[in-house]
Every structure is written in structure tokens, then in C-alpha cells.
């Protein structure tokens, strides 16, 4: 056997792909044979390595030097330069490679470290392999769980971790396994809520293409804590990559005996489908999502009863978002008490946050409860673009809450933003600068919900309508006094009496761009 | 006939319509749902006409209208309104001569607006077909459009 030199690992995913990458890895794959490097260097594909908008991005290891924007013309000079005579090419490396394991933040007077839990091997092993995931230590986790502990225990570590569901509910993952575990009936089934639609949000997305088999290995232990034997996943139509690469991951692990009957030798039998959505947002709200998956028009049920009790086909049910399943398998291979030694005593744990608009360096990362807002604009995505003054962000996606630059220091977790009138939710921070129009901005996001508002209930379908006409005409300054306070006094209507959270969320980003921003809203109308 | 080797494809099962409806499209010479789509799926699954007709009109990404061969689907969600999707949409219906829904006279494109393709980071984007393209400017509009138009 030969012995590799380099490793060169290349991101695929839907944003390098779109800037190229195929190409790229094709004329890479090329090259290195060309210069008679085959035996020498292993060509790699991976997930996201957490940029985004830098192209196509390559990683050589071990010297973890990062390349950005590549083209296939450069690669004849990189292989060259770099691979054969071990000169990095300046001219394409990423001058600050994604900041994963080295932001450091003072806690208890000790410096340590940021961890990567859910984003662990993201861009680190080729997703397309389960070889690397069980490398990485993937399905150990279901090992232990089959072999050393019974339902009741697994169940009991979720809720001792205080893990809480990351889809923006944040209700604890644990309480939610037991209310279906202890839920009569013989068939139940876990869901894994992939229907990512929240404006700004693709977090889900990369951690499907990045690290499939941690889903999978996660919607297992959910499957044997509950009492389930089959688990779907809902994906939005438009995630063709994810579709991909989770279809090929449930047909590994069904060859390697890891779905299907008696699961290393035990009792315990799962299985997996894929189901692909058709594009509606309101799907994201889980009874939707189940209505969805059984052949129907995604309307919202009413609640009571819950999914636990009485979901997919009457059966109890656990819906799960990506991100709290790919908690799972660390919690149950490191125990609770390791995963409650991050975060935020009430909110244990990491979150994963889309970071995007305004901002130097946009893309994908994972930081500790608790990380004040500042923290990650600044230490993460390298401050406002060009030099640009903070003007506000948007938390949580378009039905999440605007934030004014007060509110820098605020420590982000699920309960401490709720002080605020805030929320998490799905962890999309859409950072605007100084050039940012507040009224363009609420009319995009009001815009938005009229067009989702699936129609079923009337606070929902009327009032998104009277938002929307309200909005318009105070964009082209024909807005009259007290309009303002109609979005006010609709939104909060809304709140009290529309059947399902798309309705009652409208509320959050009308009042808080009013709260932060009402001045520069009333100018438009005086 | 396609319509039959499609649905044989899948268990004759409501859970699947959504895949049935994707499938039916996607071999639709002209990319939308046609009455006689909607009709062979609800014999084949044993519902009523109406039934498909309601689950086909609730999903974006149906259409129950004919569209060009080519799709795009501008985001129009808010990171893309702050990136400057608004002017682009100005620029492909002048460029298009179409409104938003609308069909080119030559067939080759249908304008649709979608809510966000989770590509923020490279915002503005679109989705051309199954592509998805991102740091939309105008100049890259047309060149995609060129690209498309020789193509077809």
C-alpha cells in the first residue's frame, strides 16, 4: 500500500456546487494524475467546511491550509506549487479559515475552547462514506444503547442533559420521548423535521449533506428510547443534494446491518424512508408536517391532542428537528453531564447559527449557549462588511425578532431572549448595517407571511393581507397617521387568535423593529 | 403510456401522492400538472379528482398553469430582499418581458417568485430548473439567460 502524502479534501456542498465545484474536483482529480501524484495524494469529497460565498473551497491536510474561489484553470499551478514541490499558493488561501474549534471564551475563570457537538465531523468526513463516520466514532452510541441500556435510560440521560428541541420551540427532548414511550399503543414513529423554510435558516441542510449518518444514528436511539420501529424524514422539495446524500447513507447502514431487523443481534428492529415536501412553509409546523406526509393539504390540526399521543395515522409520534437528533448519539456516548458542562445552566449545550447579510464572513457555526451576540458577529463572521456600522439583526428567521445594537451584549440562549421578547428559534441572525431600510425590511417579512398564510384559519389569511396593504403604502410614503399602530394592534390580534404559530409569530418582528426602530418607521409617514 | 410506468413506480398509496404529483411533473413535456395527470393519479390512488386537484393547489411547487422549459424561481425572502433581490426582479421581467407567473412568448422561460432556498450566504439567488445559482447581478442574470436560451 502506497502511502498518502496529502490529503486534499474538497467541500461539496449546494453552495460549492453552485460556484463550481464539480468542475473543479474533476480537473483536480485530473491534474494529480497528469503529475504523477496519484499514489500520493487522496482527493476527497466533504461537506460544508463552514464557509459561505468564498466559491469553491479546498482543504490540504496536514497543513489545513484552506483555498478559496478556486477555478479548474488554477488548479494546474496549485497542484504544481502546492502538492508537488510543498509551496501553499498564496494567492488563493483563505486569509481567515472558519473559525471552528478556536474561539476561546472566558467561563469559571478558565479559558477553553469552543466545542463542535451537532458539527462535529461537517466537512471533516466524506459524507457519502459510513467507513468515516464509524471512524469518527459514529454508532458507538446505538451500541452502548442496545447493549447497556434499557428505553427507560436513554430517556432519562436526554432529560438529565436538558437537551431542548433546536427546530425553535426549544421544549425538552426528553419530556417529549417519554410522553410517546408512555403513550398506549404498539406502533409509533419518529420524525425528523427537515422541512427547513425559515427565511435565512440552512443549518439542517448542511448538516444532512455534511453528516447524514449522525441523523440516522440519532433517529435510531430516538426509535428505541420511544418504542418505534420507523422513522421518516420530511425534506423540502428544493434540498435535492440533501435528498441525495440521505438516501445513499439509509441504503449504508441497511448493508451494514444497521437498519432493519434485529439490529446487532438484539430485539430492537428500525427502519428509515425519505419523504421529499412540495414547498410550504407552514409544513415546518409539525402537524402540518404530518398532514403533509399522510397524503393531504399541509394544514396546521388543532392541538390537543399532541403528536405524542395521537400522530402519523392516529399513532404516537416524536417529531424531532435535524439539529436536536444530531445531539443525540454524543449525549448517549458522553453522558449527560459532559454535554450539560456547555452552555448556559438553563439552556445546556451548543447552538448552530446561520450567519448572513451585512457581515464580513457569512456561513455556518456552532457556539456554545449563551455566546452574546456580539461575540458572534465580531469573533465569528468578522464584524460588519466594509467597515459599516451595526445597525440591528434579525433573530430567528422571519418570525423571529429584530434586535437594535443595545442589544449587542445579550447572551443568546432559548430562555434568556425570551426576557427580551425575543426568541432563537431556528438560529438564522440576519445582521443589517447602517445602510439597512427598516420599512423595506418589515415589508419583505410581511410580504413573506402573506404569501405563506396557508388560509386555513381568518385572523391568519385576513390579517397578513391588511399587514401587507398597510406596509405597502407606507414604503411609498402614502402611509396615514395611526397605520402604525394598526400593524401593532393586527399583529397582536393575530397572536391571541390564529390557529397555529405562523400566525401568532407575526407579532415578534412588528413589535420589535417598532420597538428599536419606530422613529425612522413614523418618519416615513409624517 | 409514461403516465403508467410513473405510477407504477409507487405503491398505490395516499402517502405518496406527493411523489406521484413531483414525478408527474417532472415527465410533463410542458412542467405543470395537466388535467390528465391530476386524473390518471387520483384513479390510481382511489380518491376523487378534486381530492388531487386540492393537495396539487396547496403546493408551491406545482403548477397547475403550463410553463416554459426553463423555470426560475427568484428568492424573494427577507436576506434576499436585503441583497437586492427586489431590483433583480425589476431587471428579469423587463429582461423576460414577462410578469411574475408569466410565460416568454418563445416558451423558453416562466418566471416564479419562491420563498427562501436556504442559499443565503450567497444572496441574492435563484433557482434555474434544479440549479441553483447565487451573487445574482445583473450582468450574471444575462449571461445565465444566453446560456439557457442557446441551449433550448
Known sequence: MSLVRNHVLISIDAGTVMAGARGVERALIEEVAKQGLKDEIAVLETGSVGTIGQGVVLVVYPEGVYYANVTPQDIPELVEEHLLKGRPLKRLILSEPPKQTVIKKEKAGLLREQPRIVLRNCGVIDPEKIEEYIAEGGYEAIGKALTTMKPEDVIDEIKKSGLAGRGGASFSTGMKWDFARSAPGDIKYIICNADEGEPGTFKDRLILEGDPHKLIEGMMLAGYAVGASKGFVYIRGEYALSIERLEKAIAQAREYGLLGINILDSSFSFDMAVMKGAGAYVCGEETALIESLEGKRGHPRKKPPYPVTEGLWGKPTVVNNVETLGNISEIIKNGASWFKSYGTEKCPGTKVYTIIGNVATPG??????????????????????????????????????????????????????????????????????????????????????????????????????????????????????????????????????????????????????????????????? | MYREAILKKFRPSLDNILYILHDLQDNNPQRYLAKDDIRVCADYLKVPYSYVHSVASFYTMFSLEPRGSNIIRLCDSPPCHLMGSKSLLTYLKQALKVDVGGTTKDGKFTLELTSCLGACGVAPAMMINDEMVGNLTPERVDAILEKRRKES
Not at chain 1, 393581507?465 to 397617521?481: E, F, N, P, W, Y
Not at chain 1, 399602530?485 to 407575526?506: E, N, V
Open chain 1, 364 to 526: 455556518l457555526i456552532e457556539a456554545e449557549m449563551g455566546t452574546t451576540l456580539r461575540d458572534i458577529i465580531f469573533e465569528y463572521a468578522g464584524g460588519i462588511k466594509a467597515g459599516k456600522k451595526f445597525k440591528g439583526a434579525l433573530i430567528g428567521g422571519a418570525a423571529g425578532a429584530f434586535l437594535g445594537p443595545d442589544m449587542l451584549d445579550v447572551q443568546m440562549d432559548f430562555v434568556n431572549l425570551r426576557e427580551y421578547a425575543a426568541v432563537l428559534g431556528s438560529g438564522a441572525i440576519l445582521v443589517m448595517d447602517e445602510g439597512a431600510d427598516m420599512v423595506d425590511m418589515l415589508q419583505s417579512v410581511l410580504h413573506f407571511f402573506r404569501h405563506e398564510s396557508c388560509g386555513h384559519c381568518v385572523p391568519c389569511r385576513l390579517g397578513t393581507a391588511q399587514l401587507v396593504k398597510i406596509i405597502d403604502r407606507i414604503a411609498i410614503s402614502k402611509g396615514t397617521q395611526g397605520d402604525v399602530d394598526k400593524l401593532l394592534k393586527i399583529s397582536d390580534t393575530m397572536r391571541d387568535t390564529s390557529f397555529c404559530p405562523l400566525g401568532q409569530s407575526l407579532y415578534l418582528p412588528i413589535s420589535s423593529s417598532l420597538k428599536y426602530f419606530r422613529g425612522e418607521i413614523d418618519a416615513r409617514i409624517h
